[in-house]
């Protein structure tokens, strides 16, 4: 019974990662269909369409994609900040999340004007925001491995998302309808949190001891099966001041996976819509999807990966990222790699750092932290890469506009 018990939660929260981050991958996947001047007409432009609009002699969008990107990460954002701070209403909030997934999808395919389709991004945003800090602040409540499972299936909502998004669009389904058969995620969240996943109440916490010097419990928490991470001497984190005091001591987590995000969405938000070869056999609508698809495949793998590969020295995936992005911007320059399969490799590398940085610092938190101050810790740490990403769309819509207004190369 445990061992069934166990892989239930496992399988659970492997579902929750992907559902939670499904909608946020689909938009960044669209962003470039999104921002076409007939999306409206559903259907995808091509290369010469492309260049009709173009604002430059290089095949341009008038927009860059950070845009979508910055719709998509800055409500994100928001929500992680205040979130980890106030109580956690747990089951509300997957119903909020789910409701708002529903609606980004819908707002979205039935756009009529630009300022609806960021709507529906936007609440791709805040869903995926209120659901990561949540469900690995409640991840908190069972067994470690279970981040190891959340964080695969975060991975796996990239390449499943960036695949079935391309794939659709591929073999003839339009953007709008492709969004739409995606309807069904937020309804596998629903069914994976309140009938997959065990129930867990927050552990018995000692209040205070009675004459005897016996320990006496709240009465109002209760739990089915302490966990023996919760076996703590570390005190409780009620305040909001002894939480911002706790700030400081995570930075060593949140700096290293906040410069590797950083320099990975300026390469697939700021460069790789501009990397585009006219020989290959997919348009450039379609080499942006797929070099997407690359990408999320190595962060699904990489993520997938902790419990055989253990990386303690995140700093080292800080500077193979900074190499991706020194290889991939020269390259939407210059235009100097001689075959499509060369950036599809590097995309895939990039796509690997930057899994492996994720999960190994959720991994380090669940093993170096317990109790509430891992709670704490798991939502706050999942701001770096939120502030990584959103600092990766502000600098790559003026890159866009920059190389945009360069010729060719020869």
């Known amino acids: 019974m445990e061992s069934g018990e166990k892989v239930r939660n496992l399988i659970a929260f492997w579902l929750l990662g992907l559902c939670n981050n499904y909608a946020y991958v689909v938009m960044l996947s669209a962003a470039h269909d999104i921002l076409s001047s007939d ?16 604002n430059s002699t290089r095949d341009c969008n008038k927009m860059s994609t950070a845009a979508i990107l910055l719709a998509d990460i800055a409500p994100s954002f928001l929500v992680k900040v205040f979130a980890p701070f106030i109580l956690t209403f747990t089951r509300c909030r997957v119903v909020v999340m789910s409701l708002l997934t529903t609606a980004s999808f819908l707002l979205v395919s039935f756009s ?4 609806m389709a960021f709507l529906g991004v936007v609440c791709a945003a805040i869903s995926g925001g209120l659901g990561e800090v949540t469900l690995l602040q409640y991840s908190a409540r069972y067994n470690k491995n279970v981040v190891s499972t959340w964080a695969s299936g975060t991975g796996g ?4 998302g960036a695949l079935s998004y391309a794939g659709l669009t591929l073999v003839g389904f339009s953007p709008r ?5 995606m309807l069904v995620v937020p309804f596998i969240l629903i069914v994976s949190f309140f009938f997959v996943l065990e129930r867990k109440r927050r552990p018995l916490r000692i209040v205070s001891v009675n004459s005897d010097g016996e320990p006496l419990l709240d009465e109002e928490e209760e739990v089915r099966e302490p966990k023996e991470d919760y076996l703590s001497t570390e ?11 706790m700030i400081p001591t995570l930075l060593k987590y949140m700096i290293p996976v906040c410069l590797v995000y950083l320099f990975e969405y300026t390469i697939n938000q700021g ?4 990397v585009y070869f006219p020989d290959a056999w997919l348009d450039h609508s379609s080499q942006y999807r797929w070099f997407l698809v690359t990408y999320q495949l190595g962060v699904f793998i990489a993520r997938s990966s902790v419990n055989l590969i253990h990386i303690q020295r995140i700093w080292i995936l800080t500077i193979f990222q900074f190499v991706n992005l020194i ?8 235009l100097y790699l001689p075959s499509i399969w060369i950036a599809f490799i590097i995309v895939f590398w990039e796509g690997l750092i930057g899994g492996a940085a994720y999960v190994n610092t959720f991994y380090k938190i669940s093993h170096e932290l317990s109790g509430p101050r891992r709670e704490f810790a798991m939502g706050a740490t999942s701001l ?4 990584g990403i959103l600092t990766a769309a502000a600098v790559s819509m003026p890159i866009h506009t920059l190389l945009c207004s360069l010729p060719v190369p020869e």
């Open 157 to 160: 909502s990239g390449i499943f």
């Open 177 to 181: 309808h492709t969004l739409l058969l």
């Open 112 to 115: 009529t004007e630009l300022w």
């Open 384 to 387: 770096a890469d939120c502030i």
């Open 271 to 274: 460069m790789l819509e501009l």
């Open 327 to 334: 290889l991939l911007s020269y390259e939407a320059v210059f």
């Open 235 to 245: 005190p409780e984190l009620y305040t909001f001041k002894e939480k911002i005091n």
């Open 39 to 54: 999306f409206s007409n559903s259907t995808t432009l091509t290369v010469n369409e492309i260049r009709e609009i173009s």
